[in-house]
């Protein structure tokens, strides 16, 4: 069964870090690039990061950019989400997501979330 | 970078057919064909409907389906049933940022 499960979300003061890790199974994780994505209470979805199968090429939301690092060991069939100087507007529960076979934006399988929420 | 345009709802009736519109422009909708649709029940996680503006997925049933014209594209769902009722979100590829961005979400109500 193809999986992707997310762990490490907290809670964490303004300014805090945090990593966040997905860890894949039932696929060929290094043949894949990777997402994460975020969902703050009530809200739309926000696109966060991708990551290409070889970890060379990466791109980040402007939202995050600068403060987040988008990761993956594929020895371990594991991404990761460095987050850094975390701010209010970062609670979301996040996901990561896989895209189907062959194309970059479409994400057809997703884990069930981690919830971040950043509160003094 | 600005949000694609979603209604915010819209409902029909069992049987029915139904068309969700998301709006962007030329950077993203208008000149790639990278929209994705997903649907969302509470508390779960969004399930993938369709990808490069037309794509089913393996498994989704053919009663949804994709289309776009100039910077709108649309997913129809034809043949409405109870568990269609949820959040539908459309994402588009935009040339502008290089990155992805998600529609503000319709939620869908099946009278």
């Known amino acids: 069964e193809v999986q992707l499960v997310e762990s490490g979300g907290a809670v964490v003061q303004p300014g805090g870090s945090l990593r966040l890790s997905c860890a894949a199974s039932g696929f060929a994780f290094d043949d894949y690039i990777m997402h994460w994505v975020r969902q703050a209470p009530g809200k739309s979805l926000e696109w966060v990061s991708l990551?290409?199968?070889?970890?060379?090429?990466?791109d980040y939301a402007d939202s995050v950019k600068g403060r987040f690092t988008i990761s993956r060991d594929n020895s371990k069939n594991s991404l990761y989400l460095q987050m850094n100087s975390l701010r209010t507007e970062d609670t979301a529960l996040y996901y990561c997501?896989?895209?189907?076979?062959?194309?970059?934006?479409?994400?057809?399988?997703w884990g069930r979330g981690t919830t971040v929420t950043v509160s003094s | 970078q600005s949000a694609l345009t979603q209604p915010a709802s819209v409902s029909e009736s069992p049987g029915q057919s139904i068309t969700i519109s998301c709006t962007g422009t030329s950077s993203d909708v208008g000149d790639y064909n990278f929209v994705s649709w997903y649907q969302q029940h509470p508390g779960k996680a969004p399930k993938l409907m369709i990808y490069d503006v037309s794509n089913r997925p393996s498994g989704v049933s053919n009663r949804f389906s994709g289309s776009k014209s100039g910077n709108t594209a649309s997913l129809t769902i034809s043949g409405l049933q109870a568990e269609d009722e949820a959040d539908y979100y459309c994402?588009?590829?935009?040339?502008?940022?290089?990155?992805?961005?998600f529609g503000g979400g319709t939620k869908l109500t099946v009278l």
């Open positions: 990551i290409s199968w070889d970890g060379v090429n990466i």
């Open positions: 997501a896989k895209p189907v076979a062959g194309i970059v934006y479409g994400m057809d399988v």
């Open positions: 994402s588009s590829y935009t040339a502008s940022s290089a990155q992805v961005i």
